[in-house]
């Protein structure tokens, strides 16, 4: 499909990021692991999981969009299901950062943790329903929308390990 064919660069260059990211993700938690800090795993599930989860759905992604499929449909089907698992997993989440204690979440945590992945995983739904019509923009769209996740991912990653080492280590000493 040559719809495809032209998007096969950016889909590894972004997948092989994803997939060296998860992997960086794994370092980082294990340092963590071994000075834990004192919050309850409600905060993990809400903060770091989705963060595994996005880079795992670019990955994921690239890799349908890479596949050498024969046609357009299996492509539709796996990207709208995708984005609408995706839309309910950020509703989960929402409600985990909610129900967490450990943490008051401020604007730029709802901004990066719920809205925006909302809004990538909507563009992918979308993109997905207009994709047999017009596979040309649509895919613009899948592509903006898996960067989206990927730069949010990042964004929540670096969160994460910069609130471990600059917050919760001087908690700890001052304890």
Not at 91 to 100: C, G, H, L, P, S
Not at 118 to 130: C, E, I, K, N, R
Not at 137 to 161: K, Q, R
Request: hydrophobic letters at 55%; charged letters at 10%; aromatic letters at 14%.
């Amino acid at each position: 499909m040559s719809e495809l064919t032209e998007w096969d660069s950016f889909y590894v260059i972004v997948g092989s990021a994803a997939g060296a990211l998860i992997g960086l993700q794994f370092v980082v938690m294990t340092l963590i692991a071994e000075r834990p800090p004192k919050y309850p795993a409600a905060a993990g599930a809400a903060f770091a999981t989705p963060t595994i989860v996005h880079f795992g759905i670019v990955l994921f992604l690239s890799a349908v969009l890479r596949a050498p499929w024969l046609a357009i449909s299996p492509v539709t089907i796996l990207c709208g299901l995708t984005g609408f698992a995706g839309v309910a997993y950020a509703a989960i989440v929402t409600k985990r950062i909610q129900m967490q204690a450990a943490y008051k979440p401020e604007f730029e945590d709802w901004l990066f943790h719920v809205v925006l992945p909302a809004l990538a995983y909507t563009l992918l739904a979308f993109s997905a329903f207009v994709l047999s019509p017009f596979p040309r923009e649509a895919l613009f769209g899948v592509g903006a929308a898996t960067l989206m996740l990927l730069f949010t991912s990042i964004h929540n990653a670096w969160d994460a390990v910069a609130y471990h080492v600059l917050v919760s280590a001087r908690k700890r000493e001052h304890s």
